[in-house]
């Protein structure tokens, strides 16, 4: 059974910084991408970035790009999101989620691409 599950959301003001953690057990890790999404109150689930199960491969989506650095340790079965610069409009919960299948990849994500999801962590950005 996978397993993922974040850390290091919280309250942050706009223009600071942030780091997200996903922990992953249960599955190949190293054999799938990894992703983060994210979803505002009222709003859908939107891709924020996703790396490839090696590492080689990251795609971002337009918004966070340039802010946010998503790296992986395929040795320690964890995922990391640096967040940067944050703003506002960056305020929502953010999950961590696997591929649906190994060895998969998009350069934009959408859920349907996704295997599992974690629980979920909330980041806020106060103006």
């Known amino acids: 059974q996978v397993q993922l599950v974040e850390s290091g959301g919280g309250l942050v003001q706009a223009g600071g910084s942030l780091r997200l953690s996903c922990a992953a057990s249960?599955?190949?890790?190293?054999?799938?991408?990894m992703t983060w999404f994210r979803q505002a109150p009222g709003k859908e689930r939107e891709f924020v970035a996703a790396?490839?199960?090696?590492?080689?491969?990251?795609s971002y989506a337009d918004s966070v790009k340039g802010r946010f650095t998503i790296s992986r340790n395929n040795e320690k079965n964890t995922m990391s999101l640096q967040m940067s610069s944050l703003k506002p409009e960056d305020t929502a919960v953010y999950y961590c989620?696997?591929?649906?299948?190994?060895?998969?990849?998009?350069?934009?994500?959408?859920?349907?691409?996704?295997?599992?999801w974690g629980q979920g962590t909330q980041v806020t950005v106060s103006s």
């Open positions: 790396i490839s199960w090696s590492g080689s491969s990251t």
């Open positions: 249960g599955l190949s890790f190293r054999s799938y991408a």
């Open positions: 989620a696997t591929s649906r299948d190994s060895f998969l990849w998009r350069w934009l994500w959408n859920p349907v691409d996704v295997g599992s």
